[in-house]
C-alpha cells in the first residue's frame, strides 16, 4: 500500500495511537477512511470524463474527415458544373457562328436556276455554261 511495507505501517500506527489517544483513534480512522474513498471517488470521476473527452476527440476526428470528405465531393461537382457551362457557351457560340454562316448567304448574289433536261447539249452551249 502507497510503498510502505508492514514496519512503516507499525510506526505510523503507534504515533496516531500516542498522539490521538485511544478515544479519537477509531474516529480518527473513520475519517481517514472517508477520504480515501471521496479521494478513489474522485480519481474514478476524472478517469471516466478524461475517457469521455478522448471519445469526443475521436467523434470530431471523425467529423472533421467526413467534413474534408464532402469539401472534395462539393469541390469535384462544382468542377462538373463548370465544365457544363464551359460546354454550354460553346455550344451557343457554334450556334451563333451557324445563325451567322446561314445569314451571310442571304447577303450574296442570288444564284441563278438551271433547266434540268435530257437533251444532249451543244459544244457551244456546254462553254458558255462556265
Not at 514496519?7 to 477512511?33: H, N, Q, R, S, Y
Not at 476524472?46 to 469541390?75: G, H, R, T
Not at 448567304?105 to 462553254?127: D, L
Amino acid at each position: 500500500m502507497f510503498g510502505m511495507g508492514f514496519t512503516e505501517i507499525l510506526i505510523i500506527a503507534v504515533i496516531a495511537i500516542l498522539f490521538l489517544g485511544p478515544d479519537k483513534l477509531p474516529g480518527a480512522m473513520v475519517d481517514i477512511a472517508k477520504f480515501f474513498k471521496s479521494a478513489k471517488d474522485a480519481i474514478g470521476s476524472v478517469k471516466d470524463s478524461l475517457e469521455e473527452e478522448l471519445n469526443v476527440s475521436d467523434i470530431k476526428k471523425e467529423a472533421l474527415e467526413y467534413k474534408a470528405k464532402l469539401d472534395s465531393a462539393s469541390s469535384k461537382l462544382s468542377e462538373i458544373t463548370d465544365v457544363k457551362t464551359q460546354v454550354g457557351s460553346q455550344i451557343s457560340s457554334i450556334l451563333d457562328d451557324e445563325e451567322e454562316v446561314s445569314k451571310a448567304p442571304e447577303n450574296a448574289a442570288p444564284k441563278v436556276s438551271q433547266k434540268v433536261t435530257f437533251k444532249k447539249k451543244n459544244k457551244k452551249e456546254e462553254n458558255t455554261d462556265v
